[in-house]
């Protein structure tokens, strides 16, 4: 068996019908979505087992299961992908007993966290200090997914947090809306980021003394060249105004010298890909048209 997904009893998991320890020697896939049932045998179920010797994928929806390190032990030499969604206790549990480390887990390449709020928690914690512990995890990690929830988040303290992570390339922010200035301190935080996916905003706020149309040369004269590695944007959800968005990404595709590629999300492609071409012609962003047809044209085959 290669891969299992379990909901329910985590008790009836790792032990069999005589009451003896389970290991599963070839499982490489376990999604555990599961009830705290570990709190009737006490904080330590199992102070020695490894049930899990070769994971490379792990997904647990629920409280941490076993109310301890089980589901880690064993595996950190061959764990690829991480996926959680469970309190802010149980990741500081983990992280104190030294679960995670700089060198912990080689092979590790991507980490998705689910913002839970309370989730069975002492207190509620912010989507801003819950990233903050987060990023603790595998700190080398270059595959990054920090879906928040509905609450928008404080822009600019997650964006100083992330900056502290300057090896993430793959960064996603599913429900968070990105301003034009914050993408623009984002990226400048993360030299190595490549693709990003978040919300694009409502509209673009102009800086002081700047009209509309005189908004790219500003950009090219203040901001070019920055993020030489960044080169997609996955936009989750676009605003109202897709005319704003398409604006949004040419602007970026100025002082990004690199930046070819957008994904729309599908049922707005028409409409957004109506918007770009428009406005590709219109006065500021005419003059550099073969430069910002290359995000046309590769968005289309994307």
Known sequence: MTGYSHHGSTYDLIRDAGGDYVCYPRLRVLKLEHYPDFERYGSSVLPSVVPFPILR?????????????????????????????????????LVERGVFTPTSHPRLQCVKILHTGYYGSRHYASYVEYLSLLLSIAPNVAVRSFPCGESQPDIPSMISILGGYPNIQVLSLPEVYLSLWNAILLIKSLPLLSDLHSR?????????????????????????????????????????????????LLLLALICPNFDYCVPPKDEFREYMYELRRAIDSDGFKDHAPRLRRLLFSSWGY
């Open 200 to 248: 694009t905003p409502y509209h673009i706020q102009l800086p002081a003394n700047v009209r509309e149309k005189e908004l790219p040369v500003y950009m090219l004269s203040n901001y070019k060249p920055m993020g030489q590695r960044f080169r997609c944007w996955h936009i989750s959800k676009t605003s109202a105004y897709v005319s704003e968005t398409a604006r949004f």
């Open 57 to 93: 994928i792990l997904s647990l929806t629920g409280r941490c299961p076993f109310g301890d390190d089980t589901v880690f032990r064993g595996n950190a030499a061959t764990l690829e992908s991480l996926v959680l969604k469970t309190n802010h206790d149980d990741i500081v549990k």
